[in-house]
């Protein structure tokens, strides 16, 4: 039976992912003999990304068990050299999503965002 540092350490490739994608990690630890990973991400499109991470580590999925559900108002928090069309991408999968964004935040410019700003995810 591998150990809680072993799985963790195989599945950093998805956690890496999920850190990515915007995922809020609720819930990590061992359950029986496998990894419980357990969280919420902003998009289908997230949840499909973090899918296809644990894929590429295990197809089977036989020692983890990853519970994600989508969860739409969640935050993001504006980063040097972030545009809303870059977060649009990476959350959405789609750049064309920046008007979602802006209209979720009241941005009347989708071009002036400020790094700091906490933008909800809708």
Excluded: C
């Excluded at 999968?93 to 002036?112: C, F, K, L, S, T």
Aim: glycine fraction near 8%; hydrophobic fraction near 40%.
């Amino acid at each position: 039976m591998a150990s809680f540092e072993e799985l963790q350490s195989k599945y950093k490739a998805v956690l890496d992912k999920g850190h990515e994608i915007g995922m809020t990690v609720q819930n990590l630890n061992m359950e029986g003999d496998k990894l419980l990973i357990r969280g919420v991400v902003p998009s289908d499109y997230a949840k499909n990304e973090l899918w296809d991470a644990v894929k590429s580590v295990d197809a089977s999925v036989s020692d983890a068990i990853v519970d994600v559900n989508v969860q739409s108002g969640l935050t993001y928090t504006v980063k040097s050299g972030d545009t809303l069309s870059k977060i649009a991408k990476r959350f959405y999968g789609d750049a064309n999503h920046y008007h979602q964004i802006a209209a979720a935040n009241g941005i009347a410019n989708p071009d002036r965002i400020d790094v700091g700003q906490e933008l909800k995810l809708p």
